[in-house]
């Protein structure tokens, strides 16, 4: 059973930081181009900031300069550092591994942003 395992969400001010970690087992590490999604109530699920399978990373428009992806193989893990922070971030952030049709998602961490 694949797993991805979130973590470090939470409560924080605007213009604060966080730092998202997902970890998950070296075959899909390794395998599967990792990302990152959030989903804020009433909309639908976005892209924030992914590997692409060329090893490039992409961002949406709304987080560039503020977000960054980065992972650690040594620990099989992919992190999504979050600063400058603002209220419209607010959503639950899902870790994401695609290939092809196969899709796999963690449970989702909390993130919110308050004015």
């Known amino acids: 059973q694949v797993q991805l395992v979130e973590s470090g969400g939470g409560l924080v001010q605007a213009g604060g930081s966080l730092r998202l970690s997902c970890v998950t087992s070296?075959?899909?590490?390794?395998?599967?181009?990792m990302g990152w999604y959030r989903q804020a109530p009433g909309k639908q699920r976005e892209l924030v900031a992914t590997?692409?399978?060329?090893?490039?990373?992409s961002y949406a428009d709304s987080v560039k300069g503020r977000f960054t992806i980065s992972s650690d193989n040594a620990k099989n893990s992919v992190y999504l550092q979050m600063n400058s922070l603002r209220p419209e971030d607010t959503a639950v952030y899902y870790c994401?591994?695609?290939?092809?049709?196969?899709?796999?998602w963690g449970q989702g961490t909390q993130v919110t942003v308050s004015s």
């Open positions: 590997f692409t399978s060329t090893g490039s990373t």
């Open positions: 070296r075959s899909i590490f390794s395998t599967y181009p």
């Open positions: 994401n591994a695609r290939r092809g049709a196969y899709v796999y």
